[in-house]
């Protein structure tokens, strides 16, 4: 018998070898016979490529090969795939522009890759590159997403002649119109939601060989989901079957959405494997990371809320231009429709919506999902419009809350998800009694002392994860399904191996997961280990992003130990001469039902391997099982932040002197990781807040191109957080969680922007409110 | 990085004959250099390691004054109890410099030469009055900053030691860069009695001495004596992080900041 894991704060079982040098991360693998990759990337915004001079790279001793765009078209190699259809609101399928792996005539962004070097070393390589001369013409680019719309803006794609991917609409405009026609009070705010660089620790890598031995390929890479990589890669880019290729994600340092996509970089490298016959490494550096990680948000936005006289809320109409960049990264598509315009809900009883969404394409790096994903962006725009109009309607901005919350569950929105269970009024009282509200007046006083102004902001968000029944993520357009796999590989002697398709790039699934299987079987935590990240272990999987893996994954895997205690009854039941249904198991042991006989798993599992005692006759021997999980609903964790500032009125600078997060995640499995998971949303959050500007100038060059000018928070930055959890377990799965991993990015920025414009007294702030532009305001706030 | 040949002389004969070389560059601590090579916008030919030469490493503070050795650390002097003692704004200055790391690698004679717009160092320099030593002469801080990344120092010159002289009070407040944590503004006030001067960097292209502020501190030293003082922001920087007129703003407020911290 051993203690319950589920619920325990156990240290990570990864962070002895990530903390020792002992990760094995994807530049960290060397081949025999390496070479190595180097791409030649446009640097301008927007160019014709006349020609492509590469006679003095292929002169350099040791360059092995220099590919362009016409060796792609040659090779018939296809773009890379959009895996999300999204339907105009005139029934047209979007505008799919050609996303090509190596540029075909033309350059779209800083950044796009036009040619690629294949050398002897990285140096010689990078060397090489620079060796490359191309012929540009240099076309008039265009980054603003509303400016792209206008009549005359340069144009990227031929078949989007607007630069226009499409334009979604979503509820009821005409009731929507009517019930503002009626409205006592609107309250209206234009938003910009910035542009974000995503940053993982670990640059983007590829390291990809070919065996002419079985005419198979491998392809080490940091990516977040092996199998889908795989998936879009061999069947709409390479034409490969999948059984000859192996994709293979190993300790990953950090994603954030920016792994989940397939990169040109990798099929090039795969692709040039094969030509070469050698194995083919690339290994971004930070400021091509800068360049060519798909970015975050970037969103411009007009939003309206109309309420009675009591401040009940009646309707929102928002209607937002989303920035796609160049072309359409993998999922960019569902971010800011999909996974945005269904939250417009938040927590209210707002009964009619109406939501119109532009996607537009600019000369800038392709924005895809990045922590949160379309998430924060509602988020941004309900808790930013019902915090200003509560100021305008001189109510308390938690009793509009209160008046508003939804409140008898399930819960079906006017913006298609049904909330299957939830409390706000428990975050959002728990969170103001931690917080201190209170005694906010006082220290607000005591600070106009010292010259200094405070302000309270709050967010009481609600996030879509799980993601996602595949029968409806197809019926909205989704290309592939959002189940998950998983297996458990029980030892002749009793250890565990669990595979998942989840993949953990900081999570933490190895000590989650282990104690979701160990808890179950009554193991100690050590008997259990957790395989991830190789399609040629793993069944399937459709990885990790959307806060899914303990929802949808750890799922998977509770129906695969279901299965093996099922079968462990069998051949207890074999054992102990009972009869199966007399069977129970308890914590590690199979025992006979108001009996003291009972035989423990380890004996169970060596049964089933040296089966000389067992029914043969009815049951095959081994015990190993695995399931595939599709969840009937999202999960919709949900939660109350309190953000308390004191903006320094000489410099504008903004300390955050309280954070305050109450979340409900439904059942919480380790509350360290969890609250880990907190800590990095909401410093994430802050970030684009406060920090965090990704600057183009009018030419399409990043100027926020390096740490040096784009501000990631430090440690320094944020404030020691108060965080805790309130738990209404979902309704729909059977460990009744919801996920964890996003929540801090998609409630902190509008609670960080609603205490500084309620320290400054001002109606709006853009993001991210930088000391200067605090400064700025100040100097003008009337 | 582009190849280059590397040296590590270990005298100061052999070090300035190699560095007199075209396309000859000094390493010191290498925090601006060795990044600047790695994104291929520096190619050295000859890079000339000054790490083995014992005799720049010297620091020595009493009280006639602060001289540190030009390949003396950051974070040496930010730790050196001696200047802690004898100018204790020096020692926080150092210390206040990037971060850890760089802090560990970086020197002053490196910091010096490259003159950065945005370096810590150039503040104290001016607004201390220290005098540069190179291998040929000694040069005043009034004349040793002359532009963008541009010093007195002639091709091949190398830094040898930096000498301070002891103030009544200073101090330096730094308004730091969100991202870099280099200085947006950085004022160094410091009180010799019958004097006072007031160094800024950050501000502008290169680090520069505020006259009216220096006037306004003799006749009082206190913070309401700069507080009023408006910084013009013409020929000031602009970049993503500050415009000029934020500069000129922050100018004033750093300076009546750094005068407060110098009167505690």
Known sequence: MNAPLIGARIERKEDYRFLTGAGQYTDDLAMPNQAYAAFVRSPHAHAKIRGIDASKAKALKGVLAVYTGEDIAAAKLGGLPCGWLITDVNGQPMKEPPHPVLAQGKARHVGDQVA??????????????????????????????????????????????????????????????????????????????????????????????????????????????????????????????????????????????????????????????????????????????????????????????????????????????????????????????????????????????????????????????????????????????????????????????????????????????????GDYEATLSAAIKMADVAGFPKRKEEAAKKGKLRGLGYCCYIEACGIAPSNIAGALGARAGLFEAGEIRVHPTGSVTVFTGSHSHGQGHETTFAQVVADRLGLPLDKVDIVHGDTSKILFGMGT??????????????????????????????????AEADIEYDRGVFKVAGTDKQKAFGEVAFAAYVPHNYPLDKLEPGLNENAFYDPTNFTFPAGSYVCEVEVDKETGTTQIVSFVAVDDFGKVINPMIVEGQVHGGLTQGIGQALTEGTRYDAEGQLLSGAFMDYAIPRAGDVPSYKVDTRETPCTHNPLGVKGCGEAGAIGAPAAVINAITDALGVKDIPMPATAQTVWKTLQTRI | MHAFQYHRPSNLKDAVATGAKDEAKYLAGGQSLVQAMKLRLAAPGDLVDLNALADLKALKADASGVTVGAMVRHAEVASSSSVQKVIPALAALAGMIGDRQVRHMGTIGGSLANNDPAADYPAAVLGLGATITTNKRKIEADKFFKGLYETALEPGELITSVSFPVPK???????????????????????????????????????????????ALAAKFAPESVAGIKVKADGLNTDLHASAEYRAHLVTVMAKRAVEAALK
């Open chain 1, 116 to 421: 690629v070097v294949i050398a002897e070393t990285q140096d010689l390589a990078r060397d090489a590159a620079e060796l490359v001369e191309v012929d540009y013409e240099v076309l008039p680019a265009v980054v603003d997403a509303v400016k792209a719309r206008a009549k005359g803006a340069p144009v990227l794609h031929d078949i989007a002649p607007d630069n226009t991917c499409y334009v979604w609409s979503i509820g009821d405009k005409a009731a929507v119109d009517a019930a503002f026609a009626k409205a006592a009070h609107v309250t209206r705010l234009d938003l910009v939601n910035n542009r974000l660089v995503p940053n993982a620790m670990e640059p983007r890598a590829v390291n990809a060989s070919y065996s002419r031995h079985d005419d198979s390929y491998t392809l080490y890479v940091a990516s977040q989901n092996p199998h889908v990589e795989r998936l879009l890669m061999t069947a709409f880019v390479m034409g490969l079957p999948e059984h000859k290729v192996r994709v293979v994600a190993p300790d990953v340092g950090g994603g954030f959405g920016s792994k989940i996509y397939l990169y040109a970089e990798d099929v090039v490298a795969t692709w040039a494997a094969k030509q070469l016959n050698r194995p083919v490494k690339w290994t971004s550096d930070r400021s091509e990371a800068f360049i060519s990680d798909a970015h975050g948000r970037d969103h411009i936005t007009v939003a309206e809320l109309a309420m009675d006289k009591d401040g009940k809320f009646l309707a929102m109409r928002v209607n937002t231009t989303a920035n796609l960049g160049a072309y359409l990264s993998t999922f960019a598509s569902c971010v800011p429709t999909i996974l945005y315009a269904t939250l417009l809900a938040g927590q209210y009883t707002t009964p009619l919506i109406y939501c119109e969404v532009a996607a537009v394409f600019t000369n800038t790096v392709p924005v895809d999902a990045y922590r949160g994903a379309g998430r924060p962006e509602a988020t941004y725009v309900v808790e930013r419009l019902v915090e200003t109009a509560a100021r305008e309607m001189k109510l308390d901005p938690a009793e509009i809350r209160r008046r508003n919350f939804i409140k008898t569950f399930p819960y079906q929105t006017p913006v298609a998800l049904q909330y299957d269970t």
């Open chain 1, 545 to 578: 992003y959307g806060s899914r893996s303990i929802a949808v994954g750890g799922t998977a895997i509770v129906k695969a130990l279901d299965k093996i205690v099922a079968k462990g009854k069998k051949i207890a039941a074999h054992l102990l001469e009972a």
């Open chain 2, 169 to 215: 009070r200073a101090a330096y407040m730094k308004f730091k860069n969100p991202a870099s944590r280099f200085a947006i503004v950085g004022v160094f006030v410091a009180d010799f009695g019958n004097a006072v001067r007031v160094g800024v960097t950050g501000a502008g292209p290169s680090a520069f001495r505020q006259a009216d502020m220096e006037k």
